[in-house]
C-alpha cells in the first residue's frame, strides 16, 4: 500500500505540475487548466504548475475584496473555500499524505540518514494560527492606500512558493535576480529551515505551519473517508505510535487532526486487524485481511 | 465463528456527518460560481505575483 501511496504522489505531482515547456518558453503556463484548484499545497507561480494553490487564492482574493466590492464584485473566495470544503469532506487530510507535492518533498528528505527528532505537540496548534491570521485577517485588514491587501502567507512564510516558485523562476529570468531583497532572503531562510528541518523530522511544515493542513485538519471527525479503530480488537501494543510520521497516537485519538491516512498504522504496525478504513461508517475490505472488523461484539 | 459481511456492514450506521458537510461546501461553490470568481481567479493564477514568491 505505501507504494501505491507513493506513486499516488508521484501521478497527482505531475498532473498539478505537468507544464514543462517553461524551460523553452520561460514563461509560467497560462491556458484554462489553472481553473482548477490544486488539492495540495502547490504555488501557482511555478513554472509548471497547471492547476491553482488555494491558499494563494484566498489570499489575493481577500486581500482585493474591498476594491471588488466597491466594482460590484463579490468575490468572498467562496468558490475556493467550496472547492476545499468538499475536499476536506470527502478526505481530510488524507490529501496531505496523498494528493500534496510539499508534503512528498518532505518524506523524500526525510529518508536522508541523519538522527531523527520529534515534534512537540504544542507546535501543531500554529498552523491554525497561520490559517486564521496570516491566511484570512491579515489580507482582510492590512491594506494599502489603494485599499489592497497582500498575501501575507505567500509573501513572508510558504517555503513551497519559495521552493517551487521562486528559485526556479530566478533561474529562468536571471534579469529578476536585480529585485532581490531582506523579502527573499527572509523567505529562503524559513525555506532552508523547514527543508532541513525536514531531514530531522517528520514533515515539519505540514505539522506547524501549513494553512491547508490547518483547514483540512478541522474536518478530522466529519469526513467521509477515514481510518476507524476497533476498539475490541485493540491490545493497546503502542505499535501504531512508533510508525506514524505526523506523531500520532491512534488508539488513543483515532479522530486525530493530525492523521494524513497514509495507512502506516495499518499496513506495518497493526498484528491485531484493529485499524481499517472505512467509507461513511461502512468499513472497506482491506487487501489482505479481508473485511475489517467491526465495532465491539 | 465469522458473520457474512452484509451482517457485520449492518452493524455500525453510516456517518450522516459528511453528508451535511459535504452539500454546503458544494452550494457554497456554486455561490462563488454564480459570482464569477473563478474568472478573477484565473486571471491571478496566470501572472506571476512575483512579491508572493518573495521576489520584487
Request: glycine fraction near 8%; hydrophobic fraction near 45%.
Amino acid at each position: 500500500m505505501e507504494t501505491v501511496r507513493k506513486w499516488v504522489q508521484v501521478i497527482i505531482g505531475f498532473l498539478t505540475n505537468s507544464s514543462w515547456s517553461f524551460p523553452f518558453t520561460n514563461v509560467i503556463y497560462q491556458g484554462p487548466l489553472k481553473v482548477i484548484c490544486a488539492p495540495g499545497l502547490n504555488c501557482y507561480s511555478c513554472p509548471a504548475a497547471t492547476t491553482y494553490c488555494p491558499m494563494g487564492s484566498i489570499q489575493q482574493l481577500l486581500g482585493g475584496l474591498r476594491f471588488a466590492l466597491e466594482n460590484g464584485q463579490y468575490y468572498f473566495s467562496f468558490s475556493v473555500f467550496g472547492t476545499i470544503g468538499v475536499l476536506g469532506g470527502l478526505f481530510g487530510r488524507m490529501i496531505c499524505g496523498w494528493a500534496c507535492p510539499f508534503g512528498f518533498i518532505q518524506e523524500l528528505l526525510h529518508k536522508i540518514p541523519s538522527k531523527k527528532f520529534a515534534i512537540p505537540r504544542i507546535l501543531s496548534y500554529g498552523k491554525y494560527m497561520f490559517l486564521v491570521v496570516f491566511v484570512v485577517v491579515l489580507p482582510l485588514v492590512l491594506v494599502d492606500e489603494f485599499g489592497s491587501g497582500s498575501p501575507w502567507f505567500c509573501k513572508f512564510v510558504c517555503p513551497a512558493g519559495t521552493l517551487e516558485a521562486g528559485l526556479p523562476m530566478l533561474l529562468l529570468q536571471p534579469n529578476l535576480r536585480n529585485s532581490l531583497g531582506l523579502l527573499f532572503l527572509n523567505k529562503f531562510v524559513i525555506m532552508t529551515i523547514f527543508l532541513i528541518w525536514a531531514v530531522l523530522s517528520s514533515r515539519p511544515f505540514c505539522r506547524t505551519a501549513c494553512p491547508l493542513g490547518a483547514f483540512y485538519a478541522l474536518f478530522s471527525k466529519v469526513r467521509l473517508i477515514k481510518l476507524q479503530l476497533d476498539e475490541a480488537k485493540c491490545t493497546n501494543c503502542k505499535a501504531c505510535h512508533h510508525v506514524c510520521p505526523m506523531g500520532v497516537k491512534f488508539n488513543e485519538s483515532p479522530d486525530d487532526p493530525e492523521c494524513i491516512s497514509c495507512l502506516a498504522c495499518m499496513n506495518k504496525a497493526c498484528q491485531f486487524d484493529a485499524i481499517s478504513l472505512e467509507i461513511g461508517g461502512i468499513p472497506l475490505a482491506t487487501p489482505n485481511k479481508g473485511l475489517a472488523p467491526v465495532g465491539k461484539s | 465463528m465469522s458473520q457474512p459481511s452484509h451482517e457485520l456492514r449492518k452493524k455500525r450506521p453510516i456517518r450522516k456527518a459528511p453528508f451535511v458537510v459535504i452539500p454546503i461546501f458544494l452550494i457554497l461553490w456554486m455561490i462563488g460560481v454564480a459570482t464569477g470568481e473563478p474568472a478573477r481567479v484565473l486571471e491571478q493564477a496566470i501572472q506571476v505575483c512575483l512579491s508572493c514568491i518573495g521576489i520584487g
